[in-house]
């Protein structure tokens, strides 16, 4: 409960965008490799949520990523970053309520695309269209739940996850209150372990570290 508090702060706090217009066409996943201070993660990018892959793509080559800070992390939760702002704030600035002037319409798929731990998804202000931030996104940690919790959400969320989902839920853990709400997008192939280092840095009462974890470059894998 504490965590969907958090969150609801969060989605409060982003700046209002315009809409994402986009429409581009990707015909296979893609990889991206994002360099840390904390080390080294691979995502991959799933090819049928095409505005949210496509639009993650677009920033990746145009760097925008490059030297942003994971602005927000929470052990047992999830990390956050791709707040422009964070490139140059200096310490103990709040950070999320930056963007890129446009949102993403929002494109879940939770048949499929669960927040499973290593979960790419994308973050969002309180808008009713739950639509995505155009730049902020968040990699799930989360926390393993047992059968009665599952149900339980799944009759809160009229949900009904397939048994490789909740066996996934069950096993590696996850953020299932997030199901349906927030766009997921991709998922981390290597580098769990650095989303976990990161997660568990000292960090001040807005979740920000206190020593800049930043994403020194992000780039597609040929």
């Known amino acids: 409960m504490k965590n969907i508090l958090l969150l609801s702060v969060f989605v409060l706090s982003l700046a209002s965008c315009s809409i994402f217009k986009g429409k581009q066409k990707q015909q296979e996943n893609t990889k991206v490799t994002m360099e840390t201070t904390e080390g080294n993660i691979t995502l991959l990018l799933y090819s049928d949520v095409p505005q949210h892959a496509n639009n993650?793509?677009?920033?990746?080559?145009?760097?925008?990523?490059?030297?942003l800070l994971f602005h927000r992390v929470?052990?047992?939760f999830m990390?956050?970053?791709?707040?422009?702002?964070?490139?140059?704030?200096?310490?103990?600035?709040?950070?999320?309520?930056?963007?890129?002037?446009?949102?993403?319409?929002?494109?879940?798929?939770?048949?499929?695309?669960i927040h499973k731990k290593g979960a790419l998804a994308a973050a969002r202000?309180?808008?009713?269209?739950?639509?995505?931030?155009?730049?902020q996104f968040y990699i799930v940690g989360g926390k393993t739940y047992n059968a009665s919790e599952l149900a339980n959400l799944e009759k809160q969320k009229n949900l009904k996850y397939t048994d490789a989902q909740r066996k996934l839920y069950m096993t590696i853990g996850g953020t299932p209150h997030l199901d349906n709400e927030?766009?997921?997008?991709?998922?981390?192939?290597?580098?769990?372990?650095?989303?976990?280092?990161i997660?568990?840095?000292?960090?001040?009462?807005t979740n920000r570290p206190y020593k800049d974890v930043r994403i020194i470059s992000a780039k597609i894998i040929k």
């Open 125 to 135: 202000d309180g808008n009713p269209e739950k639509a995505s931030s155009g730049c």
């Open 199 to 205: 997660a568990s840095v000292p960090r001040d009462k």
């Open 74 to 76: 929470i052990p047992n």
């Open 182 to 197: 927030y766009t997921v997008y991709g998922e981390v192939i290597e580098g769990l372990d650095v989303i976990t280092r």
């Open 56 to 67: 993650f793509i677009k920033l990746v080559k145009q760097g925008l990523y490059d030297s």
């Open 79 to 113: 990390i956050q970053g791709g707040d422009p702002q964070s490139k140059t704030a200096p310490a103990g600035k709040a950070l999320g309520s930056g963007s890129v002037g446009y949102r993403v319409p929002a494109e879940f798929m939770v048949e499929k695309y």
